[in-house]
């Protein structure tokens, strides 16, 4: 097996989302909140949702704004109209309106299907496929107020779902998490379908093994990282920063004709390695 290389990581421009307003929701942590700071380096300001945790959303907003743009945390569930409803007002209120949504708070409640309950199965779907419904919709009602600003943005706003290789990849004992991710694809096709004709852009990042709290235990041990990369043709596991990049791009105007499209950060990982040599 190939050693493990650190690579030389290279940023977005620091201005290519100037002027611009992101919320990201579940940013106090993980991929959310390597995406704020990326969005924040970008040149845009940020509004980082948070659930729980206060202090760590705040060391966020702390960091994104010394990088000389604006940034506040705002505590919000995603899967309570209510609360989404008010953030997106509160985004509005304090910096004017919104450019970029990435809808990115998701969980994982873990178990067989015969050992999974009702309530595990509801938060997950709650969470991962209706928060990001609840967000997007809020969001395009601020595109459409707002419509196009030409010297900002050539779209009216810019959605992007995050996802994952499981909206493609079967993964047993996460039946939940799963059926959420292969909702999130086609709920994000069919609002980029609906939404293109006003120019708001809607895609997908799917991100595949990535270095984060939540799935310490896949990486952290050297016979739990050998496991993993048997899957990563690439041969490393990635950092939220991977993720975040890739959000970066797709919601500036280099990537202005892109809409509907899922972009996959994985590594090779949906490439089903195990057929590599004739499965």
């Known amino acids: 097996m190939a050693s ?11 201005d290519l989302l100037k002027g611009q307003t ?34 760590a959303a705040e060391q966020v907003v702390d960091e994104i704004t010394s990088y000389g743009v604006r940034a506040v945390a705002c505590e919000a569930d995603v ?25 990115n708070a998701g969980m994982q409640r873990d178990a067989k299907v015969t050992d999974m309950t009702l309530a595990q199965w509801q938060k997950v779907l709650d969470v991962n496929l209706t928060g990001q419904f609840l967000c997007a919709r809020e969001a395009v009602k601020e595109f459409r107020r707002r419509g196009v600003v030409p010297e900002v943005s050539r779209a009216a706003g810019k959605i992007i779902c995050m996802s994952s290789v499981h909206q493609l990849i079967p993964w047993a004992g996460h039946v939940n998490y799963a059926t959420s991710k292969g909702g999130v694809q086609m ?22 093994a990535i270095r984060t709290p939540i799935n310490r235990s896949a990486w952290e041990t050297a016979s739990a990282r050998e496991d993993l990369l048997r899957l990563i043709p690439y041969d490393r596991i990635g ?10 791009l797709l919601a500036s105007d280099l990537m202005d004709y892109v809409v509907g499209t899922t972009l996959y950060v994985d590594g090779g990982m ?3 390695p195990g057929f590599a040599t004739g499965g």
């Open 4 to 14: 493990h290389v650190e690579t030389v990581r290279v940023a977005p421009p620091a």
């Open 22 to 55: 992101a919320l990201v929701t579940g940013a106090n942590s993980g991929i959310g909140k390597g995406t704020a700071l990326a969005l924040g380096r970008a040149g845009a300001d940020v509004v980082v949702n948070y659930v729980s945790d206060r202090e």
């Open 79 to 103: 899967s309570q109209e209510s609360q989404v409803a008010a953030m997106i007002d509160r985004t509005v209120r304090e910096f004017g309106t919104l450019d970029i949504l990435v809808a």
């Open 187 to 208: 709920m994000m096709q069919t609002l980029a379908q609906e939404l293109a004709p006003e120019k708001i852009r809607v895609n997908a990042v799917a991100p595949g």
């Open 239 to 248: 950092d939220p920063e991977d993720i975040a990049h890739a959000v970066v």
């Open 270 to 272: 949906t490439l089903f």
